[in-house]
């Protein structure tokens, strides 16, 4: 028999007969590693770890516990899933079943939505059809068979999808994998057999549209998780529970700070308290405009839409945007998706010498994207917004050390609000893009070396650029240890170009400027919802939509409760008075329950006294202060944007 050399991650060369499993090379090296391997990378491409090997290969094998196995795992959970909907359901139609982060989901094409007693039904069977520990056997047919296959089934989403294959990818064969008698349509790899898969939970349902096309059917979604053991799948619930608890949408309602209504889709409605965090956000952003030089300005949000072919967006990004035509004028406007090309022709409509470089502007400017019904969530995905936006203008010269102060103040801010742990990363030029290739490659250099000329690590998102340049992207990972996308520092060569930008150089001559597209917090709509989830709603004081609530204890202090309330709202401090008739443990309960950072209680000793006792949210009892230090304390921490210490000195404690 024919031998092969197969070299394994380490280097090392072995001989095996031409034929060979990645499930047999795992046995010549370990009983261990052959009950863990579930697949097997060969030359680089994943396959099933019983796919024969006939010529010399590199071959690393994946095992369960590894992030490639966790995911080969999740998506044969998902075909288990859809076994089992099958056997309940006959008449139901599969359409896709693709892994996805921590667990997995199918499309199914039912006439009436899951209920939560189905999905518990459904994982009943999952378990008996894990049990009968099916093999899961692979098979390559032409296409037009699996068409036939799959058309005796009524699987008609995956008759739509071989006929993709066939159309647009070019194949003739495509894949299926086979357990017991259900069959589906897969690359692949899977589990070798059905019981592999035994800690899985299915967790909802939701509509979604096939393919994500609002004008195709709407399909039941399921999804699911799976873990390679019972640990592993409750610590990941317990997750899920602490991540509902923290929901912003949850909190949002709680909390009396923004709602959503089917007038205006996916575009948030902020109530006063919520407007309030949304102000003093603002304000932390625009305090940073002067001490480093920003000029803030306001432009239009309807342009004509000519503006937008000379950007670039009209050809890049016109299905993301609105658009609108008045009866009475023979033009096209766009509402506005981003402010580049306003801040471009603010630049354009003045002259400029190389000594008013860089020049900084800033923008608020509400935006308006449009988002697919499926796609939009909460605050984090909506189709209005504003951002801490600004554009650089600036020379050739100046790029590294205006990125590096950028950096600077995006990571100063992210500390401020409690995101301690923080990565960085250069996106690069994406397939679709405006300018050349070289203008590419420079502008990709020039962001690497700002960064390691000042000791950050970063890693390479390849691709993810934007179309008009690569830029440095801030992840920022919250209480639940999730990553965040948030700031974002962007050079682009193109627009200025575009827009035949110039400034006059120390040599007489006319240049052209780079422009940086810069943004903190990003979308202030998204970061509220982020923040929210980060601190349980348990926001820093100097954010707390209300800083201290007092409470008296009966009537007979309502007169000296409304004299402290004067005072600590005239002294800036966001205050209110609760003088229901109420006992003082309700009126605490409710003060915890709406997150309020102190409350100041007043019964007849604090009145003789002229004192308030306070108490801090979720830790008690801090003491009894004379109004003035209360006064004093919470300004003092409310300027600073601190937090009050958990500890008072004995010197603010009457």
Same mark, same amino acid.
């Given at each position: 028999? &024919? ?25 010549? +090296? ?22 024969? +090997? ?14 490639? *196995?966790?995911?080969?795992?999740? !998506? ?14 006959? &008449? ?7 892994? +996805? ?97 035994? !800690? ?151 002259? !400029?010498?190389?000594? &008013? ?43 590294? =050390? ?31 893009? +405006? ?19 000042? *000791? ?76 929210? /989830?980060?601190?349980?709603? /348990?926001? =820093? ?25 004067? /005072?600590?709202?005239?002294? *800036? ?8 008739? /109420? ?33 801090? !949210? ?37």
């Amino acid at each position: 028999m &024919d031998e092969i050399q197969v070299t394994l991650p380490d280097g090392s060369i072995h001989s095996y007969p031409a034929g060979v499993t990645p499930l047999d090379i795992a046995r010549s +090296i370990g009983k261990r590693l052959a009950k863990d391997a579930v697949a097997a990378r060969v030359n680089g491409q994943q396959v099933d770890v019983t796919r024969p +090997i006939f010529e010399d290969a590199e071959v690393a094998l994946i095992t369960i516990d590894s992030d490639e *196995g966790r995911e080969i795992l999740r !998506h044969s959970t998902s075909h288990l899933m859809a076994q089992a909907v099958k056997e309940l359901y006959p &008449d139901a139609k599969i359409a896709i079943g693709p892994p +996805i982060e921590n667990g997995f989901y199918y499309d199914i094409d039912v006439d009436e939505p899951f209920s939560e007693d189905d999905l518990r039904t459904i994982e009943d069977r999952m378990h008996k059809l894990a049990e009968e520990d099916f093999q899961v056997k692979r098979e390559v047919k032409p296409i037009e068979e699996l068409v036939g296959l799959f058309g005796e089934r009524s699987e008609d989403y995956k008759v739509e999808l071989l006929e993709d294959i066939r159309e647009n990818q070019g194949d003739d064969s495509a894949s299926i994998y086979w357990q017991g008698a259900f069959v589906d349509l897969c690359r692949g790899p899977h589990t070798p057999s059905t019981g592999w898969i035994r !800690h899985f939970r299915l967790l909802n349902t939701a509509g979604a549209y096939w393919r994500g096309d609002e004008h195709n059917k709407m399909l039941q979604r399921i999804y699911g998780t799976s873990w390679p053991t019972e640990k592993e799948l409750e610590e990941y619930l317990h997750f899920l529970e602490e991540a509902r608890e923290r929901d912003h949408r949850k909190l949002g309602k709680e909390l009396d700070l923004f709602s959503f209504h089917p007038e205006a889709p996916a575009s948030p409605f902020f109530h006063p308290k919520g407007t309030v965090i949304y102000n003093e956000l603002v304000e932390y952003i625009r305090s940073l405009y002067g001490q480093y030089d920003y000029q803030e300005v306001i432009t239009p949000q309807i342009l004509d839409v000519e503006l937008w072919h000379r950007s670039g967006h009209y050809d890049n990004y016109q299905e993301n945007m609105y658009f609108t035509s008045p009866k009475d004028e023979q033009r096209t406007y766009a509402v506005k998706p981003m402010n580049c090309p306003t801040h471009a022709l603010l630049f354009a409509g003045q002259k !400029h010498s190389y000594r &008013d470089l860089p020049l900084r502007i800033a923008d608020f400017g509400r935006l308006h994207r449009y988002e697919r019904a499926g796609v939009t969530s909460g605050l984090t995905r909506v189709r209005t917004f504003a951002q801490d936006d600004a554009h650089i203008f600036c020379t050739f010269d100046q790029i590294e =050390p205006e990125v590096i102060q950028l950096v600077e103040i995006i990571l100063n801010a992210y500390q401020l609000f409690g995101f301690e742990e923080v990565e960085i990363e250069i996106s690069t030029r994406p397939e679709k893009h +405006i300018g050349d290739v070289d203008t590419w490659d420079t502008a990709e250099e020039l962001l690497k070396k700002a960064l390691e000329n000042q *000791g950050y690590t970063y890693a390479i998102n390849e691709g993810d650029g934007a179309f008009y340049g690569p830029k440095i992207d801030f992840i920022v990972k919250d209480a639940l240890r999730r990553d965040w996308q948030l700031g974002t520092v962007q050079l682009d060569f193109m627009m200025p170009e575009r827009f035949d930008l110039t400034y006059t150089a120390s040599s007489g001559k006319e240049e052209r400027p780079v422009m940086v597209h810069r943004a903190i917090l990003g979308s202030l709509e998204r970061f509220i919802g982020i923040l929210l /989830e980060h601190t349980a709603g /348990e926001l =820093p004081l100097w954010l707390a939509p209300v800083q201290c609530r007092i409470l008296p204890i009966t009537d007979t202090q309502r007169n000296y409760a409304q004299l402290i309330h004067q /005072e600590l709202t005239a002294a *800036g401090i966001r205050t209110e008075l609760d003088d229901r008739s /109420e006992t003082v443990g309700a009126k605490i309960r409710d003060a915890e329950l709406q997150k309020i950072p102190y409350m100041a209680i007043i019964g007849p000793r604090e009145v003789e006294h002229e004192t308030v006792s306070l108490r801090e !949210h979720t830790l008690g009892d801090r003491g009894e202060l004379t109004v003035s230090k209360l006064r004093d304390l919470l300004v003092e921490h409310i300027d600073t944007k601190q937090q009050m210490n958990h500890k008072m000195k004995e010197d603010q404690i009457v």
